[in-house]
């Protein structure tokens, strides 16, 4: 079930949230609960009830293996604790690396050792691997004697809560169980309604509008490379910059639309998405896109690996390590590898040049905004390029767009804008510049739409800026984007002008539903 979908906005989403608090108010929270986490079975099951055997059999075992723990560290059984820590995390990856790893692993060896091994296509089910990073996580604070016992009902709500279950955020058990055992959060706030209501519209505004609308520029393109065609300059940087901004807006909806809900419910999701694309460099990117994966990565790998605690060389040896696997964790294939391999070295570099700079006393170029100009646009076009991996089919299509991207396939507008523009014929002979027929309102249209998302991604605020009375905001290095004026003005208020603001978006995105679409994120 998709949250821009008709039946999720008008049946699923208003009876859930009813009866949930007609059953805390008249059979108590424990009721509640066992409702709350039976219709997150429910909306995880519509698309496939047979889903649903994995996710209960994984919630049964790690619960039973966490509390198995906890017991044995209470009677100090400490070899025991270690022994059923390593299955859980043994059973967890099994379970994702078979799922989703399997035939890559097939295919690849087939290719290496010539052999034929055959394999029947495994489907991936939806969204495992944030339930079971989720439940690591949770295994990995058990073993550390952070978690104590509770009950199961309570364990199933912090893996299945529909809000986050398919794509996210990625929460601890820590920040999410009491505030489903809070007793305030078990009566409605019209506060929490109408807040969760703005934010999820805006979210739903995001998806409908900007990143739908962004695929019909970004597809084509990328289609084309997979079909083994040429690609020109303006092409394709048109569907890397579309694919850009389809991806952001994509995935900043769906994680305003989760936060939104779960706000509903009075539960405060942590914030997963701040604006990354206003980042000067891809240490801040890392910071502000995903953020809640970021933590993980962090928090079970790379400082599992030694972190930077032993010397400069193992340092970068883990970052790389720990972006790759971020990037396999995205998919089951080797453009996601070479995508987390890129963002990996890009980490390194930025971690060489800060040391650089402070060595040589080069703080100050910090304070200069020519500098700051200068560090996101480098920052940016990293990125852009990391995403032509990660979005293509393989590599051979990455490389393509690559190709188109940085002219090796010469630079050609399309003849209706080339012919207006013969004052410039001179300039456009000196560079090679070229004509094809046809495609003129394709890249008028484009690069029209390219420019308008990106003027509200760098220059208006997000929505915890526009939501900053209400909810969470962040802060994050040296601005270069600041929107002190714009982020003044909107603010949101309640009073009758964002009443009617947020009426029209609302009613704007719902007659977008027509053209429903999945989320980006829910493939991997």
């Not at 014929?425 to 394709?442: A, H, L, M, N, V």
């Not at 270069?480 to 009426?503: D, E, K, Y």
Request: hydrophobic share 50%; net charge positive.
């Amino acid at each position: 079930m998709l949250f821009n979908s008709y039946i999720f906005i008008f049946a699923f989403l208003p009876i859930t949230y009813a009866i949930y608090f007609i059953l805390a108010k008249y059979l108590g929270g424990e009721k509640a609960i066992i409702f709350l986490v039976l219709s997150s079975l429910f909306f995880y099951s519509w698309w496939n009830p047979t889903y649903l055997i994995l996710m209960l059999c994984s919630i049964g075992f790690n619960y039973f293996i966490g509390e198995t723990i906890v017991k044995f560290l209470k009677q100090k059984n400490f070899r025991f604790a270690k022994l059923l820590f390593v299955i859980g995390i043994i059973f967890n990856l099994g379970l994702l690396g078979y799922f989703k790893y399997a035939n890559f692993f097939i295919e690849n060896f087939n290719t290496v050792f010539d052999t034929h091994i055959k394999l029947d296509k495994i489907i991936l089910p939806l969204a495992i691997s944030f339930f079971t990073f989720q439940q690591i996580a949770y295994l990995v604070d058990t073993y550390k004697g952070i978690t104590e016992e509770f009950k199961f009902f309570h364990y199933a709500l912090f893996v299945t809560f529909f809000p986050q279950l398919i794509a996210g955020p990625i929460v601890h058990h820590k920040e999410m169980l009491p505030q489903f055992l809070k007793m305030e959060n078990m009566k409605p706030r019209l506060e929490h309604i109408l807040v969760g209501l703005t934010i999820f519209s805006l979210g739903l505004f995001k998806k409908v509008v900007f990143a739908d609308s962004s695929a019909q520029y970004s597809t084509p393109v990328f289609d084309l490379a997979n079909t083994g065609e040429t690609l020109s300059f303006f092409v394709a940087w048109g569907g890397a910059l579309s694919y850009t901004f389809q991806l952001y807006f994509d995935f900043s909806g769906y994680s305003d639309m989760a936060i939104g809900i779960a706000r509903m419910f009075g539960i405060h999701l942590p914030v997963n998405f701040f604006s990354p694309y206003k980042a000067l460099n891809i240490i801040e990117f890392w910071r502000r896109w995903h953020i809640t994966l970021s933590r993980f990565l962090r928090d079970y790998i790379y400082i599992s690996l030694g972190g930077n605690r032993k010397g400069n060389t193992r340092r970068y040896t883990n970052l790389l390590t720990t972006m790759l696997l971020g990037g396999l964790w995205h998919g089951a294939g080797w453009t996601f590898v070479l995508w987390g391999g890129l963002h990996g070295l890009y980490l390194v570099i930025n971690h060489i040049w800060h040391y650089f700079k402070n060595y040589c006393g080069m703080q100050f170029l910090d304070n200069y905004s020519l500098w700051k100009l200068f560090s996101w646009l480098i920052t940016f076009i990293c990125v852009i390029n990391a995403w032509v991996f990660f979005r293509a089919d393989n590599i051979s299509s990455a490389l393509r767009i690559l190709e188109g991207m940085y002219g090796l396939n010469g630079i050609s507008l399309p003849n209706a804008i080339y012919t207006r523009l013969d004052n410039l014929k001179s300039i456009f002979d000196t560079f090679g510049i070229t004509s094809y027929i046809g495609g003129g309102s394709q890249f008028i249209f484009t690069y029209l739409w390219v420019g308008i998302l990106l003027f509200i991604s760098l220059m208006m605020p997000n929505t915890q800026q526009i939501m900053s009375r209400y909810s969470e905001i962040n802060s994050f290095g040296h601005a270069l984007f600041n929107q002190g004026v714009a982020s003044n003005i909107l603010t949101f208020r309640f009073n009758s002008i964002w009443a009617f603001i947020m009426s029209g978006i609302l009613i704007l995105s719902i007659f977008g539903l027509a053209r429903v679409s999945e989320f980006l994120y829910f493939q991997f």
